[in-house]
């Protein structure tokens, strides 16, 4: 597994970047070569992506609006329906062949929650998946149910692109302006937000980056 970051990125071009390596694999995988998997972290400007299958009436902002917030709006290919990304939030895109690790979609998704959900005991949360609904809850079996991580994929293949989003430092005003992932009725939270005071993101990523290369051992 290589480990690439990217940094602060605007999000068109890390979607480039991903269109490019996730085409690459593919080539690869058509021609019966080795494929690699690519584990990319990075952070974003201030936009709001919408999945293929999405609302737009879930962004409750209009383009002006979205200007004063010096946000940008962009369709995307990924499933899931609406989110925010911007600085504070780490972003994660694996690009994996999962015939690497013989799994299938569904295996491959449950994995992503469950990395993160190991990533927030090392800080003292309960985190866990949500009936009905992708990404990582706090307390989701309750009326105070609230997410923490987005997660929202592509695959061709069996290889993926896209991936998950968590709330680290983010400022969760934002998520005011849409209905986040579709949900009128639940809250989004941070780790911030949890513990009570930024967190210091490298160590966060170093100790993530072990998690994955446990979870997706070859």
Known sequence: MQHIDWGL????KAWEEQEALFAETIRRKNNQEETENFLIF???????????SGDEHNLLIDFIQLQTQH?????????????YHGPGQLVGYPIFDLAN????????????????IDLLEQYGLHATGLKGATGVWLDADTKDA???????VRSSRYVTMHGFALNINTDLSYFNHINPCGFTDKAVT?????????????TLKSNLRKIFEKKFST
Do not use: M
């Open 190 to 202: 941070s780790l911030e937000q949890e513990l009570g005071a930024k967190q210091e993101t490298e």
């Open 146 to 152: 609230r997410k923490i991580c987005a997660i929202g």
């Open 9 to 12: 990125i605007e999000y068109n």
């Open 71 to 83: 946000a940008q709006f962009v369709r995307t290919n990924r499933g899931g329906d609406i989110t």
């Open 101 to 116: 690790f013989n799994i299938g979609l569904k295996e491959y998704i449950f994995r992503l929650e469950a990395c993160v």
């Open 42 to 52: 990075c952070e974003h400007p201030h936009v709001y992506t919408l999945g293929k």
